[in-house]
């Protein structure tokens, strides 16, 4: 069965920087794109970026473009989240999202919390 598991989530002070980290497994990897959304309390599921099949294309949403930069290691079947210059209103939980097979596939999230 398709999972996807985050990992790289914690906490770190305003300025500072994480690599998340989602290893999938139970699809074909390389052959789909895949999400890192983020959920903050009191607030919608966002899409913060995306990294197509092979990882030469990505798409940032504007509150953390220039920042936050997606990758995807297809060896690995691991696809990744470089956070840089971490602000607060950046604290959520982030998840990987998949959607092979005409489903969606989340995983269960890793905190990122911003705070001095």
């Known amino acids: 069965q398709v999972q996807l598991v985050e990992s790289g989530g914690g906490s770190v002070q305003p300025g500072g920087s994480l690599r998340l980290s989602c290893a999938a497994s139970?699809?074909?990897?390389?052959?789909?794109?895949m999400r890192w959304y983020r959920q903050a309390p009191g607030k919608e599921r966002e899409l913060v970026a995306a990294?197509?099949?092979?990882?030469?294309?990505?798409n940032y949403a504007d509150s953390i473009k220039g920042r936050f930069t997606i990758s995807r290691d297809n060896a690995k079947n691991t696809v990744y989240l470089q956070m840089n210059s971490l602000k607060p209103e950046d604290t959520a939980v982030y998840y990987c999202?998949?959607?092979?097979?005409?489903?969606?596939?989340w995983g269960r999230g890793t905190q990122v919390t911003v705070s001095s």
């Open positions: 999202n998949a959607r092979p097979y005409d489903n969606e596939y």
């Open positions: 990294v197509s099949s092979a990882g030469s294309v990505t």
């Open positions: 139970g699809f074909t990897f390389s052959i789909y794109a």
